[in-house]
């Protein structure tokens, strides 16, 4: 309601309410990579870009509130080639938005579920977001129909990357970027905290949504389409052979491992000018 826009807009309140459809989203993007890209480079592209890496629609009212969620770990040249292409994407949907970089800090196994959660956790102290993406590091959207909103239901918007030939690489896939309101994201008691390594977790978190009856959505195959980056084998992320055990017994552990028992330290929290950097450290891996 309004006073919620007021709330997270405090100095908006006598602006218009943006239009449904933004003017400024085209259609498919040609999506390049100039070399050398700097962060003060992007930042001198994104002059209404706030520290932080925030950002409202000066002459309107943001219809949508979104925070970006990123898991990042070793891959900053994707990091960088990310935030080149996604702040001009999301200023043009006229919405309200801070990319978080959710990053993990020590020289344990990778935990994407782990980190998605410290990352929901985290962002919802600064602002009552009422959607979040979760967005790997390496996908790059090629349409600017694909609007970084929620709907109803949890949302797969990552359904058609060129790796898989734009398409699914298996039905229930729910890998790449997913959009859940907060509500979604309770529901199903969060994310896994218990995969460690690659692959699996992704299938855990819709597994949880059909457990708790809900559906995915999804964007239109040709406005989700998303260019993947190519990258070499992440040392500390070796495939995680206990994967399929776990995911035998999701049904059991999904009220149990969850958002509640996530243990973790908070190194730093950093308000960059084109992203806040969250940096964890989780110990030991069990
Ligand atoms: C699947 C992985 C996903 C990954 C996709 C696409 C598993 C669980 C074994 C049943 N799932 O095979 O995590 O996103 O491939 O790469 O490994």
């Not at 989203?25 to 209404?48: C, E, H, M, R, Y």
């Not at 870009?49 to 509130?65: E, F, T």
């Amino acid at each position: 309601g309004l006073d919620q826009i007021q709330l997270l807009s405090p100095t908006k309140e006598d602006l218009p309410t943006c239009p449904k459809t933004s003017p400024f989203i085209g259609g498919p993007l040609k999506v390049s990579f100039p070399l050398d890209v700097t962060l003060d480079d992007i930042a001198q592209k994104n002059p209404l870009v706030q520290l932080g890496g925030h950002y409202q629609p000066p002459n309107c009212g943001a219809l949508h509130h979104t925070a970006i969620i990123i898991p990042y770990w070793a891959r900053r040249k994707h990091l960088h080639q990310l935030l080149y292409h996604l702040h001009p994407f999301l200023q043009r949907q006229q919405i309200h938005c801070t990319i978080y970089a959710v990053h993990q800090m020590d020289n344990y196994t990778f935990n994407r579920g782990k980190l998605l959660n410290v990352g929901f956790k985290e962002d919802m102290k600064e602002n009552n977001w009422q959607c979040l993406y979760f967005h790997d590091v390496d996908l790059i959207p090629k349409d600017d129909c694909n609007i970084y909103d929620c709907s109803a239901f949890p949302m797969h918007a990552s359904v058609a990357i060129d790796k898989f030939q734009y398409e699914l690489p298996y039905e229930t896939y729910f890998g790449g970027v997913m959009a859940l309101q907060p509500t979604h994201y309770l529901k199903i008691n969060g994310f896994p905290n218990n995969y460690w390594g690659w692959g699996g977790e992704d299938d855990d978190i819709a597994s949880r949504i059909f457990l708790n009856k809900m559906l995915i959505s999804q964007p239109p195959a040709v406005f989700g389409r998303y260019h993947m980056m190519k990258h070499g084998h992440d040392r500390g992320n070796k495939a995680n052979p206990k994967r399929f055990h776990l995911l035998s017994k999701t049904h059991l552990r999904w009220r149990y491992n969850r958002m509640n028992n996530l243990l973790y330290s908070l190194l730093s929290k950093e308000q960059t000018p084109l992203y806040t950097n969250l940096t964890m450290h989780f110990g030991i891996d069990y």
